[in-house]
């Protein structure tokens, strides 16, 4: 089946819900059984691990069961839970494969949400947490240890968009016992199929693309088999629970998804592009384009871009960038990503341990969101020309 009727139809039972083609939202706590019989059954279901069960609404509802079902259809793993940010997805996961004592490998381009909750909250529990260079390839085996339990990767990394050879870093964990851990939300479930690549458990922040309105938080953690029980079960024992509403947002978002990437694909690649030509443009890192140093590995393993990547300005003063950020009117100054909407945000990786930050000048991290590309060009062009107004003014 072609991925996108896949995201039609994965997790829709019209049968189930008197022909309604959206599953609706169920809003429940408390879950009413009329025997004792009938409890006992459902108890006995859910303790088999039997899919869509529930006995409190903790555990979910037929909304998110749903969404769980198409997730992890279309990511290619065994079983899906649903958490309220893509942070808590990531928390469910980590907590639930690494105990004291235990050795952690954390790609030096992760989220740095992620990033603090290990060297914050897992080291003060007795996790040694340790960087790694995103782009070792295999030559992570050097920085393996008996008690690795996780290697965790995120491709392409956050801000600075290295391409991490995830194939061959699964090879080598795997040989060694340890899990892989991604974080798939920039290649989403259609772009980028993680188990196909070895790994083991793929978190996503279901908040940007795959809700894909800027306007819920969730996140999503797929495992294997293998994983799988002690997933659900540390996300049950922390209490892990998304709103019925957000969730059906996410469900309504997946059916567009195939829609709204090819549209953020094309027209970013058109407007990264079109920054490579800039004279104030030091760089561009996007995976999509040939001069990224990463991008036959972009090309072997994934089929398709999204709408996020960077570029760097040639030095120029503060008050210079802040004229750029400020005369952008169709790029909005703001935290996330994956909406409709385009974003332009500032940032500097302070926090790499592996490997440098080379360029002097400022990043400027650029989400391309579904209006028109040339009028995002058109737009980028108002704000160079406030920077080069400000930065003569201040020669």
Known sequence: ??????????????????????????????????????????????????????????????????????????????????CPSGL???????????????????????????????????????????????????????????????????SPGSETFEIQDIPAIADVAHRHGAAVVMDNTWGTPLFYKPFAHGVDVSIQAATKYIVGHSDAMLGTVTANEKYWPRIKQTTYDLGQTAGPDDVYLALRGLRTLSVRLHQHWSAGVLVAKWLESRPEVEAVMHPALPSHPDHALWKRDFTGACGLFAMVLKPVSPAAVEAFIDN????????????????????????????????????????????????????????????ARAEARAA
């Open 1 to 82: 089946m072609n991925e996108t009727t896949r995201l039609i139809a994965a997790g829709r039972h019209p049968e189930r819900f008197a022909g309604m083609v959206n599953t609706p939202v169920f809003r429940a706590s408390t879950i009413l059984f009329p025997t004792l019989a009938d409890w006992e059954k459902t108890k006995k279901r859910r303790a088999a691990d039997e899919a869509g069960v529930s006995t409190y609404g903790r555990f979910g509802t037929p909304t998110h069961h749903a969404l769980e079902e198409a997730i992890a259809e279309l990511e290619g793993g065994y079983r899906t839970l649903i």
């Open 328 to 387: 952008l009117a169709l790029f909005g100054l703001g935290v996330s990503w994956g909406g409709f909407e385009s974003l332009a945000l500032p940032f500097t990786p302070g926090d790499r341990t592996t490997r440098r930050w080379n360029f002097s000048g400022q990043g400027i991290r650029i989400h391309v969101g579904l209006e028109d590309p040339h009028d995002l060009i058109a737009d980028l062009e108002k704000g160079f020309a406030a920077l």
């Open 88 to 154: 808590a997805a990531a928390v469910s996961a980590l907590t639930a494969l690494l105990s004291a004592g235990d050795h952690i490998l954390v790609t030096d381009s992760s989220y740095s949400p992620t990033r603090s909750f290990a060297t914050r909250v897992l080291a003060r529990y007795g996790v040694e947490v340790e960087s790694y260079d995103p782009c070792c390839g295999a030559d992570i085996a050097s920085m393996m240890r008996p008690n690795t339990k996780i290697v965790y990767v995120e």
